[in-house]
């Protein structure tokens, strides 16, 4: 039925770990590049200059955004955003992993306090809502902190 693989177990899953890193690996990796850059002399002296590049970075997404046909580009100019704004994780001394997950946990529990609003004002979804409907929602789930 399968043909035999000469590959042993370990040695395919090597395999296919290098040609799907997970996302510790890419954090590893990231880390790794910014250390090389930073005894390189290439590095950031400030906090504000990062903050600089990130909306810089924000800007670049919006003129792409306007062009849509273009995915490639899009998405080149979102990983710089990423690239600045985990730079800015680094910079500030702080772990990227510990702040993803503090971060996922914030927005689920604002998440939940949301969906409990809604649901106390009747409401089973919020499809359909305009932003602001929805941005007010947040605003009160995010006063409950």
Known sequence: MFKESPMENSDMTN???????????????????????????????EASQLLDKIRSECCEVE?????PTN?????????DL????????????MDINDTLEKTLAKFDGRFEKMQKIASEEGLSTLKGFPLERLLDLWKK???YE
């Open 15 to 45: 395999f296919l770990e290098s040609k799907n890193p997970s996302s510790q690996d890419l954090i590893k990796q990231f880390e790794e590049q910014i250390r090389r850059a930073d005894e390189f002399g290439f590095s950031w002296a």
């Open 63 to 67: 003129e792409e955004l306007e062009h």
């Open 71 to 79: 995915l490639g580009a899009l998405q080149q100019e979102v990983g």
């Open 82 to 93: 990423l690239h600045a704004t985990l730079s800015l994780i680094l910079f500030l001394n």
């Open 141 to 143: 789930a995010k006063n």
